[in-house]
T-cell receptor, first 115, second 109 residues
Framework: KAGVTQTPRYLIKTRGQQVTLSCSPISGHRSVSWYQQTPGQGLQFLFEYFSETQRNKGNFPGRFSGRQFSNSRSEMNVSTLELGDSALYLC??????????????FGPGTRLTVL | KNEVEQSPQNLTAQEEEFITINCSYSVGISALHWLQQHPGGGIVSLFMLSSGKKKHGRLIATINIQEKHSSLHITASHPRDSAVYICAVGRDNTDKLIFGTGTRLQVFP
């Protein structure tokens, strides 16, 4: 079975632009979660989608949004990029919902640099 | 104070040494996860546990719910174990993962 894939792997943007990142979960997995990792804040939960519905959201501004399609693929969007948005963005999938007590399978991440 | 604390932050070991990484948390949890992150960013889930002890190869994870503490042990460490080990807890009633800051392990031959 193919693992979780994320595209693109690397991205450079400038302040004020917007960006869309994509995540394809493991076949059959219906839950996709997104995380931001920075040297200063470590790993932080962004949001989780299950069956095209956002079920949980972390403490991030409204500039961060996401969606999930009927095939479970998910996208996250960051608008009006700021320098502090430079980070590794990771998505993870699991078979069912409830992130807390389901094994998460992580993708390789998208490294976003904002100049 | 962070809700999930890991110690030590950095750990250097010689090959074959027994290694222990600790994780303490201050919130009610549904489960605790141990993750491994290699340089380059990829994260692998090692264990998910809500009680007792789990073993996989040279890795052992234990959790004490009453003391709100978990340990990850690596027996007979090897240079390929060099990575960042991250503890994460699934917080009760929120279904979100809260992460520790990680322990950077380097194992030298």
């Amino acid at each position: 079975k193919a693992g979780v894939t994320q595209t693109p792997r690397y991205l450079i943007k400038t302040r004020g632009q917007q960006v869309t990142l994509s995540c394809s979960p493991i076949s059959g997995h219906r839950s996709v979660s997104w995380y931001q990792q920075t040297p200063g804040q470590g790993l932080q939960f962004l949001f989780e989608y299950f069956s095209e519905t956002q079920r949980n959201k972390g403490n991030f501004p409204g500039r961060f949004s996401g969606r999930q399609f009927s095939n479970s693929r998910s996208e996250m969007n960051v608008s009006t990029l700021e320098l502090g948005d430079s980070a590794l963005y990771l998505c993870a999938s699991s078979l069912t919902g409830t992130v807390s007590y389901n094994e998460q399978f992580f993708g390789p991440g998208t490294r976003l640099t904002v100049l | 104070k962070n809700e999930v604390e890991q110690s030590p932050q950095n750990l250097t070991a010689q090959e074959e040494e027994f290694i222990t990484i600790n994780c303490s948390y201050s919130v009610g949890i549904s489960a605790l996860h141990w993750l491994q992150q290699h340089p380059g960013g990829g994260i692998v889930s090692l264990f998910m546990l809500s009680s007792g002890k789990k073993k996989h190869g040279r890795l052992i994870a234990t959790i004490n719910i009453q003391e709100k503490h978990s340990s990850l042990h690596i027996t007979a460490s090897h240079p390929r174990d060099s990575a960042v080990y991250i503890c994460a807890v699934g917080r009760d009633n929120t279904d979100k993962l809260i992460f520790g800051t990680g322990t950077r392990l380097q194992v030298f031959p």
